[in-house]
């Protein structure tokens, strides 16, 4: 079996295991897609506390072997992007290896079936959409209260839309327009540019003067409130939420929060709704297949995390083809 192993920062190399036999309790799986995601770009900088390391959170691929008679050979599952054992919690590609391979071997409790409809690409989406679902449940969203969103990022387009399901009124900010018109493609009616308009003024134009309960900030990619925090009324709340717990900067005038008596809490995993994202997408709340913003093959993501960990953190995510 052959695998992509950070085996030091900024060194992703293959590494060829020998073959295993599949524990009872396991099954093996052929990785088909697997993703790139912001706390894979962090441990290839050098902040992880695990060297060597498989990437990958989060994967989709085939069951090439398994005990397990609800699971048949060539069926598609999802593999987990959390492992529990005696009291810890473990992230995989993290805390653990994750999925950057040709074959991998789960415990089964780590795997989900994935039903029809569900394209390959939009399995490694389940977890922002967890995460999603649990930002508006801990927020307590409520019906036509509005919703303040820093930045078009993956994750800011699909609590926009758990947003509009759960009849809430989302509105999106960011600097760039392509993005913006993307939101609006995805149903996100409200979106605000800062280098046109006034956003204070704008978001008051919104809300009619109510200013805004509540407000995410996806420290992934926009780890600044910049001034939003005046967009908010009196008593709301605020999630800062992400994939990557190695966020080290966060950009904020904290004055807002004294003043308006405003809560603030964090979110860095979609545990205990995997099953929910799974039917969400499943049932088309929430559409992905506009968020990937590339597919690269398997041969390419040395050169590719590369890339990445160069640039600015991208709005949309990669899919890695295995």
Do not use: W
Request: charged content about 25%; hydrophobic content about 40%.
């Amino acid at each position: 079996m052959k695998s992509l192993v950070l085996t030091e920062p900024g060194k992703l190399e293959v590494v060829v295991n020998e073959e295993k036999d599949v524990p009872h309790d396991c099954v093996k799986i052929r990785i088909a897609r697997a993703s790139i995601t912001s706390s894979d770009l962090s441990a290839f900088k050098g902040k992880s506390n695990f060297y060597p390391i498989m990437p990958s959170r989060i994967a989709m691929g085939l069951v090439s072997e398994s005990s397990d008679f609800t699971l048949k050979t060539g069926q598609r599952v999802m593999l987990s992007p959390y492992r529990k054992s005696g009291g810890s919690f473990q992230v995989s590609g993290v805390d653990k290896n994750g999925y950057l391979a040709d074959y991998v071997i789960c415990p089964l409790a780590e795997v989900y079936a994935i039903p029809e409809g569900i394209t390959d690409e939009s399995v490694v989406f389940i977890e922002d959409v967890a995460l999603a679902e649990k930002i508006i449940e801990k927020l307590d969203v409520g019906k036509t209260q509005y919703i303040l969103l820093n930045g078009c990022s993956s994750l800011n387009y699909i609590v926009g839309q758990l947003s509009i399901y759960y009849q809430a009124i989302p509105v999106i900010i960011d600097k760039k327009q392509e993005l913006l018109d993307l939101a609006q493609d995805l149903g996100i009616y409200y979106t605000v540019n800062p280098n046109e308009e006034n956003v204070f003024q704008k978001v008051k134009e919104i809300t009619s003067g109510k200013m805004c309960d509540y407000m995410v900030l996806d420290l992934d990619a926009y780890p600044s409130t910049e001034d939003l925090l005046s967009c908010m009324r009196e008593g709301g709340k605020m999630c800062l939420a992400g994939l990557d717990k190695k966020t080290e900067e966060i950009s904020a005038d904290l004055a807002p929060v004294f003043t308006k008596g405003l809560e603030i809490f964090g979110l860095n995993n979609g545990d205990g709704e995997i099953e929910t994202g799974i039917n969400m997408i499943a049932t088309e709340v929430v559409k992905v297949d506009k968020l990937v913003e590339r597919i690269v093959d398997i041969s390419e993501t040395p050169e590719v995390f590369s890339k990445l960990a160069k640039e600015p953190p991208h709005a949309l995510k990669t899919i890695v083809k295995c």
